[in-house]
């Protein structure tokens, strides 16, 4: 059975940075795309990123140009760079890949 484990997670200041890690595991890694969801307190969760196999990245409006996604196949880990982080970005972060989701990891952005 495909399973996902987060990390990275933790309370981190507005405009600070924090790097997730996803590791994949009973999955030929390589050849699917994973993304990354978030889920705020009180709301639905929603998309963040996802990284192709082929690299290809997208990203929602709202973290455009302040994160990026990445992935070392070698590792069977996907990375999301979270830089300039703001209070609204706080939520717990899951990766998914092939109908899989991860557990989870808490990102609270709080002075």
């Known amino acids: 059975q495909v399973q996902l484990v987060e990390s990275g997670g933790g309370l981190v200041q507005p405009g600070g940075s924090l790097r997730l890690s996803c590791v994949a595991s009973r999955m030929t890694f390589n050849l699917y795309t994973v993304a990354w969801h978030r889920q705020a307190p009180g709301k639905e969760r929603e998309w963040v990123a996802s990284?192709?196999?082929?690299?290809?990245?997208t990203f929602t409006d709202s973290v455009k140009g302040r994160f990026t996604i990445s992935r070392d196949n070698a590792k069977n880990t996907v990375y999301l760079e979270m830089n300039s982080l703001k209070p609204e970005d706080t939520a717990v972060y899951y990766c998914y890949a092939v109908g899989v989701w991860g557990q989870g990891t808490l990102v609270t952005v709080s002075s």
């Open positions: 990284i192709t196999s082929g690299r290809t990245t």
